[in-house]
């Protein structure tokens, strides 16, 4: 079941989307890098001021203990535009058997259930997914707790597999393998990575500095491979997914009809 993109998006090539494409491997999550860089007037020099392990530590307490103040918080620093980001995916969409990878507090879940007869979403937080529970419970969805590595599906199960802002597990060569094998031939990956916001209301500034101060500037990260999530079976294009006061970077890939053979 193919849907009909709601708003028109552009194919982005790798050099046009350099600034993007450096900003993936910032654990934990691949769009940290991108939300603030949409105007190039913040200085450079302003570089990230939390140490990585201490952003592990504030996005595991987010994953666990404080997931109640998740959804919040993403409307608080961002102001609606992050609801926009998650469903920048929704156009690309194929079939009607879909699985929401890394699926948190189920915001996008009501989206997907509207738009196919089999939803799952997955996650390895207990935490989320009792959000996740609560806001798709009047809807035909699955849950389903485990590791992306190891995932409890068979093989060719959906048509569909979308992840919105996932960590970096995401580049992991297992979960790559993985998302392959659940995928059936043809079948599509579809990756929210990063968003933008091209204008900032000015209360907002504060956070603005603030975000710029926790993610730092993709200068940070020009030592990542553009092609961190491109693999043997998995073959995709990024595409640029215009939203309501910026955009957001989707990787779009198909899962070739044959998977090489092992070794």
């Known amino acids: 079941m193919q849907h009909a993109r709601s708003r028109p998006s552009m194919a982005v090539t790798c050099q046009d989307s350099e600034m993007f494409c450096r900003a993936f491997v910032c654990h934990p999550c691949l769009c940290v890098m991108s939300h603030v860089d949409a105007h190039r007037t913040v200085p450079t020099g302003v570089l990230r001021m939390v140490p990585r392990w201490l952003q592990r530590r504030i996005f595991d307490w987010l994953y666990t203990r404080g997931a109640a103040v998740y959804d919040p918080l993403t409307i608080l620093l961002f102001a609606g535009e992050w609801r926009e980001w998650q469903r920048s995916d929704l156009p690309w969409l194929q079939g009607d058997r879909i699985l929401d990878l890394g699926c948190g507090t189920g915001q996008l879940l009501p989206d997907l259930a509207s738009r196919a ?70 079948g599509r ?33 020009e030592r990542h491979s553009r092609k961190a999530l491109t693999s043997d079976v998995l073959a995709g294009e990024w595409q640029l997914q215009p939203c309501q006061r910026g955009s957001a970077l989707v990787w779009v890939a198909t899962r070739r009809e044959s998977v090489p053979a092992a070794g």
Do not use: K
């Open 117 to 186: 007869a089999l939803v799952v979403g997955f996650d390895r937080s207990p935490a989320m997914l009792r959000r996740a529970r609560r806001r798709a419970e009047c809807y035909r969805v699955d849950l389903v707790r485990g590791d992306a590595r190891a995932l409890p599906f068979r093989p060719a199960a959906f048509t569909t597999v979308v992840s919105t802002f996932p960590s970096e597990y995401i580049l992991d060569h297992e979960t790559q393998a993985e998302i392959a094998r659940v995928l059936e031939p043809g």
């Open 189 to 221: 990956l579809v990756v929210v990575v990063s968003g933008t916001i091209c204008r900032w209301e000015w209360w907002q500034l504060p956070f603005r500095f603030a975000v710029r101060l926790f993610y730092g500037s993709a200068n940070q990260a």
